[in-house]
């Protein structure tokens, strides 16, 4: 999601709404149903709007479901365990390209 995000800081409700909309056009693109998105988050807004507010590789701490939900693909993704993922997000921020690389190498290290 951070590589779709403006490269500007906005509380504006209807810019933030209008990036939630792009954001669930683009998970139906990509075959993921809104009711999926809908089981891990309350608000896709205010996953937007917390995304907004904290880009530079930090989670907000009231923000437990995007951080669930960032190690839910990050394991998924790279077939490190949910607890390895949570420990990557902590340790190095919530940067996707940043914990890719981490977790194949965790992964590699593993093997």
Same mark, same amino acid.
């Given at each position: 999601?951070?590589?779709?995000?403006?490269?500007?800081?906005?509380?504006?409700?209807?810019?933030?709404?209008?990036?939630?909309?792009?954001?669930?056009?683009?998970?139906?693109?990509?075959?993921?149903?809104?009711?999926?998105?809908? %089981?891990?988050?309350?608000? &896709? !807004? *205010?996953?937007?709007?917390?995304? =907004?507010?904290?880009?530079? $590789?930090?989670?907000? %701490?009231?923000?437990?479901? &995007? !951080? *669930?939900?960032?190690a839910g693909r =990050?394991?998924?993704?790279? $077939?490190?365990?949910?607890?390895?993922?949570?420990?990557?997000? *902590?340790?190095?921020?919530?940067?996707?390209?940043?914990?890719?690389?981490?977790?194949?190498?965790?992964?590699?290290?593993?093997?």
């Open positions: 999601m951070a590589e779709h995000l403006p490269d500007v800081m906005t509380e504006d409700p209807l810019a933030v709404g209008d990036l939630a909309d792009e954001m669930m056009k683009a998970a139906a693109r990509e075959g993921i149903p809104a009711s999926e998105i809908d %089981e891990e988050v309350d608000s &896709v !807004f *205010e996953v937007v709007l917390e995304a =907004l507010q904290h880009r530079e $590789g930090s989670l907000g %701490e009231s923000d437990q479901a &995007v !951080f *669930e939900l960032l =990050l394991a998924r993704e790279t $077939g490190i365990t949910l607890d390895q993922a949570g420990e990557l997000i *902590e340790s190095s921020g919530t940067g996707w390209d940043s914990l890719l690389r981490e977790a194949h190498f965790l992964k590699e290290q593993g093997e």
